[in-house]
């Protein structure tokens, strides 16, 4: 028999605490196993909630001057498309466009850093849950739900995701969750892989499985992933890495290029609405945004795309940024991060083309932007 607590004079036999499990509990236990009579599974937190817990129980982390959250991602400051994988499984198999950049997991490996991502996550005292949609046309939206252990995490994905409402969060369902356990490592000697990172993506089981980075831009690039594998094969709906904006004709100009090649600044002109910097699908409909209208804003005279600043309705997020922890002043000129100049990854087929063309033209042309207007 449960013990009662909170024994009062108003209530002096107490009262019986409650063990009922909602229904984002229950979905994840039987999902992923994960133990929700031990870790406190806070779900679809508040900003304020999420600055709270990032700042006592993440090091690194400070409220700077701008009202931003600066965070530390960790040893990995940039994504590692070396340690990419999708999972070679028979609904996907054959669409894919298997080879170095491609690269295969099998299906036990992923089992393995799949359990071992669980495990991490159940040593936690507190996971965060955050769920939001991908896709602003709702034809083609995907239902995103991200399990991790970080607040910085969480609230780069409540910033990143567009926001349901709290109607729409009342019986969300997940199309694809994101397991999230990038503090703690994959084993380097499991078949296939060449570090402790492991960020793998699995087309039949919709999931994808983040070890041994911490960096939060593995999460916003696996998504556009997700949308460059379900757009053409199931929507025959272009996805494009890309920025675009509109002039006050509906004119739509779309800009293409790689990591760090200007595309956020070029759609940034004060003359035409932004639509979004990064990430966009082209449909008969014209160009919708991915993200839920996130902008970066960085110093133009880096070179490796260092530091970004992104920033929602309500709440901003600033990697790797601080530049002291006594004036709690944002830089975008540190100079101790990596490179994140990656290409792109798990491209199928019908795409493949289009991607190889633009980077070799990108070259030929000396790094010139292309920019075209959709009719």
């Given amino acids: 028999m449960a013990s009662r607590v909170n ?202 499985v983040i070890l041994g980075t911490e960096y939060a831009g593995e999460m916003k690039k696996g998504i556009l992933t997700v949308f460059f594998y379900e757009m053409p094969v199931k929507h025959g709906v272009l996805t494009l890495h890309s920025s675009a904006n509109v002039g006050e004709a509906g004119d739509v100009t779309v800009f293409l290029g790689l990591t760090g090649t200007g595309k956020t600044a070029l759609s940034a002109d004060p003359r035409r609405a932004l639509i979004g910097d990064d990430e966009h699908c082209w449909s008969d409909r014209g160009i919708f945004n991915i993200e839920g209208g996130v902008r970066e804003i960085y110093d133009p005279s880096l070179k490796d795309y260092s530091a970004k600043y992104y920033i929602s309705k309500n709440a901003s997020v600033t990697p790797n940024a601080l530049d002291s922890l006594r004036r709690k002043s944002p830089t975008f000129t540190a100079q101790f991060v990596t490179d994140l100049s990656s290409k792109m990854w798990f491209l199928t087929r019908r795409l493949v083309l289009l991607i190889t063309t633009m980077e070799h033209s990108r070259r030929t042309l000396g790094g010139e932007q292309w920019v075209f207007n959709p009719s």
């Fill in 7 to 208: 024994k009062t004079s108003l209530h002096p036999g107490g009262v019986v605490p409650s063990f009922e499990h909602t229904e984002i509990e229950e979905e994840l236990h039987e999902r992923a196993n994960i133990d929700y009579d031990r870790v406190d599974i806070i779900s679809n937190p508040s900003v304020a909630a999420l600055y709270e817990d990032a700042l006592v129980h993440e090091t690194g982390s400070a409220i700077v001057s701008s009202g931003a959250l600066s965070a530390y991602s960790g040893e990995k400051t940039g994504r590692s498309p070396l340690d990419k994988r999708i999972v070679r499984e028979g609904s996907s198999e054959g669409k894919i466009w298997w080879g170095p950049v491609n690269k295969a997991m099998t299906p036990e490996v992923w089992r393995i850093n799949r359990e071992r991502a669980i495990d991490y996550l159940n040593t936690r005292d507190r996971i965060y849950v955050v769920d939001g949609f991908a896709g602003w046309d709702e034809r083609y939206r995907l239902n995103i739900r991200v399990v991790c252990a970080r607040a910085y995490h969480a609230l780069f994905m409540r910033t990143m995701l567009i926001r349901p409402s709290e109607e729409e969060l009342t019986h969300f369902h997940p199309d694809y969750v994101i397991y999230n356990a990038g503090a703690f490592p994959a084993n380097r000697y499991t078949e296939g892989m060449t570090s402790a990172t492991s960020v793998a993506i699995n087309f039949g089981e919709m999931e994808m």
